[in-house]
């Protein structure tokens, strides 16, 4: 019995699932900040140190959390309780597993982001994801960040990319990422993939899937001015609301996409079959 295929569905967080970022929710409004101040105390940390904007802005929480705020991993995992999420997501992770259940295909569902995984997982979704990609903190032997673990910038996104597409999901296994593997053995192609991203930071990553076969939809909330610029651009397939309530656009389209992938899919396995007769 042929093995169902399987369907990659890969989203960033901020703006993409959440309205605002996820900082802003339960850290930055508990030290009684105003959000813009924050941000630009990280971006003079960048400047000043020549960091990397992520470990700057990793730096920036531990600096005005010092005397403040306590953190430890869970208190982290208790701002996600916080993070308000677009409309319809709590049972959206389903809808989509229902209808690619339907075709014939296994969805799984993945975050890579820049914003904090210890909050991500604190989220009411955190459970849908079969990984979460995100900044990460080191911590001691009383669970207090003291270093950074995983820093994901713009371009390092592209990595978990080729770690979904080889299935080579540990953060930690680098052999078997590097490795040349034939197409034939690659867990999920390229053209299995599905990206949603909000902006410039996931350029990288809608440009990788688009370019390979796969299929990258821009998201807006507001203002969907940034979103029309990278399709036009030729950076992504689709322009699509932040919306993911049933019969919503959003899911219409990813519906259509599945489709397209099931019926790709069902052509090669039988010119496959048919070259096997031969």
Not at 120 to 135: P, V
Not at 184 to 208: A, E, H, Q, S, W
């Amino acid at each position: 019995m042929n093995k169902k295929p399987i369907v990659a569905i890969m989203y960033d967080f901020d703006k993409t699932l959440s309205p605002k970022d996820m900082q802003e929710y339960g850290f930055i409004s508990e030290l009684g900040m105003k959000s813009e101040d924050f941000w630009e105390k990280s971006r003079l940390n960048m400047v000043n140190h020549n960091m990397d904007q992520i470990l700057a802005y990793m730096l920036t929480i531990l600096q005005e959390a010092e005397g403040r705020m306590l953190l430890t991993r869970n208190v982290f995992n208790e701002m996600g309780r916080s993070v308000k999420l677009f409309d319809g997501l709590e049972t959206w992770f389903d809808r989509i597993n229902l209808y690619g259940e339907k075709l014939g295909l296994e969805i799984e569902h993945y975050i890579i982001s820049s914003g904090l995984k210890e909050i991500i997982q604190g989220t009411k979704i955190a459970h849908k994801f079969k990984e979460i990609y995100a900044a990460e903190y080191c911590y001691n032997e009383r669970n207090i960040p003291i270093w950074p673990a995983m820093a994901v910038n713009y371009t390092s996104k592209t990595q978990f990319l080729f770690r979904i597409n080889k299935g080579v999901l540990d953060v930690t296994e680098h052999n078997g990422l590097n490795e040349s593997t034939p197409d034939n053995k690659k867990r999920i192609p390229f053209t299995n993939m599905i990206y949603l991203g909000d902006g410039l930071t996931d350029v990288p990553c809608m440009k990788l899937v688009k370019i390979n076969g796969g299929h990258s939809i821009a998201v807006y909330y507001d203002d969907r001015c940034i979103a029309d610029s990278l399709i036009s651009q030729g950076r992504v397939d689709f322009v699509v609301k932040a919306d993911y309530r049933e019969d919503s656009e959003m899911e219409k389209t990813v519906h259509t996409i599945l489709n397209q992938i099931d019926a790709a899919n069902k052509v090669l396995e039988l010119h496959t079959r048919q070259m096997n007769n031969i």
